[in-house]
Each structure stands twice: as C-alpha cells, then as structure tokens.
C-alpha cells in the first residue's frame, strides 16, 4: 500500500517481558530493533521506558517520524488511546491509562494505537497475502478481485482482526472478537479455550496420560514428527482437536463477512497437523429441522496454499451466457468461494507493516479532509 514511500513512522513491538522498537519506512524496517525491558508491573517505569525507546529511535534517523503507530494488548478503547481492564501482561494498566494522548503530549505527533489482530489483518491486506492472491488471480486469467480478508493468530489467545471493502473494521467498541464465541467441541466454554497454545498442551495431556511439566506446541509437534520422545497420535489428535475448534470458528466469522482468510502466529508450524480438521469442519455439513442437510458454508472453502485448488480457485464455474435481445454475452460465475492461507511474511511482519500503513492512511485521510 505503502511499499515506496518515504515517510518515517516509529513503531512497538509490546511485549510483557520486553519492548521492542523500530522504525518503518516503504514498509521496510530502517534500523536495527531496540529492546528495553517492559517493567509492565510498574506503570511509572514502564511509561518511562516507552519514552526512552521511542527516544532511541529518534536519535536513529535522519528525519522525524510522521507518526508512533503500535499494536498494545487490549482491552482498550482504541480509537482514544486509552489502555485498561484485565491485562495479564500488563497490569499495572488495569485501572486505565491515556498511553496514546501521553506519547502524542511528550513527542508532538499522531499516535495509533490498535489491537494486534487487527493490525496483522492490515498488513496482510495491504502488504501480505491478499495483494499476492489478487495478483496470482490476474497472472492466471482471473478477473475477480478480493477486497475483504479476516486475519486470524494462532497464539497464547485466538486474535482476530476484519478487513471489509480495504478498510479495517474497528467496530463501535474496539470490540471485533472470536475468542469469546462458543466452543464447538464444548459449547459451554469459550472457543479460544479449544484453540489456543493451552488447548495443545491440555488435549495432549489428556489424550496421552502424560504428566510431563513445561510442554510446549513445538515439543508437542515435536512429538507428532517422531523426532521426541511422546505419544505421536496423541499430538496428532491434540492438533486436530484444536484445528476443528477453530475451523467453526472460520465458518461463523467468514459467513457473516463473506471474506478470505489469513492465518499466523506461532502455532502455525504445526498446520499440517491443524489444517486437515479446520477445513473439513468449514466443509461439513448441518441439518435443518425438516432432516435436510446443507452445507456448512454456503461458499465452497478452498485451501490457498494448494496450486491445484488454487487453480479451481482461481477460474470457479465461470461460463458466458447470452444478453437478451443482443447478440452481446456476459461473464457469469455461480460459484460462491472463499479460502485459507497461511502468512508468508509472518505474524511479526505483517502487525508492522499494518502499523506502517494504517498511521499513513489516517494521515492522509485527515489531509484530505
């Protein structure tokens, strides 16, 4: 979106532990990351440190940035800078704190603050997956173009965020979530305790009777590889129970969006353990009261990742049928379709770039007014 200009914008990466920051040009980082510890139990030291990062940065460059745009765990209210609520990794923010109003007051320019699903579903409409596809569609003769894309992160939660019509949907409420919707496999329980890093360890252990301490999802994938010690149809199964979870997810966000669908975050390295359940529960079927099945979806799911599906993707049931009363024809497609695929440039990457783009477009929105 971004990718030749030359503006500056100074950018967070916030961790609990750590705070990470850069600065973007063209979509590109220009200098090597600064890391500062985050003191996230201590809100006059953690604030203290996010003006000494940013102040790094500066000392960095050659220009001053246009603007500070950054992804911060929320709950938050977004579209004021304000951070506050439960913050596991932060909680000396529980009780709110005006962050972006204070870093707009101590370095005089505009200050973006966003949740992290929505800027990584930025980055991948504006400068990841959903250009590449558009562009692999025109390279093979396609003629349509996709506009709506829902990013979704396989981490310690289930992030979302919503790109409709090119523009990131930040609701009335900085509130677009999934994590909270119902668990397919348990539908008393919130979907993001079935799709999570703590859903993996959890259906491990209890698949496999183990007891072992400090599991992650690389040894549990580790496992289903056959290159550690463990139960591999256990880790399997673990996978797949989380990728199930997550494809009723897909099914319900996609249908009330009728979007593509991009998928990153650490887990990720195990899709192909995750992705066979995923789809085939976006595939399924559901019945009606009178006994009549239909599908799941009501668009055919394809996997992006695939060239071959792609390419069915790609040309869907297009035929030409007759204008009436001219001897003109029109191209029509029946085919409804959407798809999955997985961050080529990762989630890191792509929550930057979205950072990068979104404080350009605002800035010159605001321009143009």
């Known amino acids: 979106m971004y990718r030749f200009d030359n503006r500056i914008v100074a950018t967070l990466d916030a961790g609990g532990t750590n705070l990470v920051f850069g600065a973007m040009r063209g979509c590109d980082f220009i200098i ?55 913050l596991p990794n932060f909680p000396s923010f529980r009780d709110g704190v005006a962050l972006g109003p204070f870093l707009q007051a101590r370095f005089d320019m505009p200050v973006f603050i966003n949740n992290d699903g929505d800027l990584f579903a930025y980055g991948e409409a504006t400068g990841g997956v959903l250009p590449e596809i558009n562009k692999r569609i025109a390279d093979l ?32 409420n900085s509130c677009v979530e999934t994590f909270i919707l119902r668990n397919k496999r348990c539908p008393d329980i919130i979907a993001e305790d079935g799709a999570s890093i703590r859903a993996v360890i959890r259906e491990y252990k209890e698949i496999s009777g183990s007891e072992e301490e400090g599991l992650t999802p690389y040894d549990i994938f580790q496992i289903a590889e056959g290159t550690r010690e463990g139960n591999p149809e256990a880790a399997k199964e673990a996978f797949a129970r989380f990728g199930e979870v997550a494809g009723d997810v897909f099914a319900t966000a996609v249908c009330l969006t009728d979007s593509l669908v991009v998928v990153g975050g650490g887990v990720t390295g195990a899709m192909k353990y995750i992705k066979p359940a995923l789809l085939a529960e976006m595939r399924s079927q559901i019945r009606t009261l009178s006994g009549d099945s239909i599908d799941r979806m009501p668009m055919r799911v394809f996997d992006l990742d695939n060239d071959d599906e792609f390419a069915i993707f790609v040309t869907g049931s297009s035929r030409t049928i007759p204008i009436s009363g001219t001897d003109r024809t029109a191209i029509y497609d029946p085919m409804k379709r959407t798809g999955i695929s997985i961050s080529k440039i990762g989630a890191s990457k792509a929550i930057s770039i979205g950072a990068y783009n979104y404080a350009l477009a605002q800035i010159d929105k605001d321009s143009a007014i």
């Open 32 to 86: 090597d990351p600064i890391t500062i510890p985050s003191c996230s139990d201590n809100l006059d030291k953690c604030l203290a440190n996010i003006v000494e990062g940013f102040s790094q940065v500066f000392a960095k460059l050659d220009e001053k940035p246009v603007a500070i745009s950054f992804a911060f765990p929320g709950p938050a209210d977004y579209a004021t800078g304000v951070i506050g609520g439960y």
């Open 141 to 172: 003769g396609g003629q349509k173009v996709y506009r709506n894309l829902l990013g979704f992160t396989f981490g310690t939660g289930l992030g979302i965020g919503e790109v409709i019509n090119g523009q990131l949907n930040l609701g009335n």
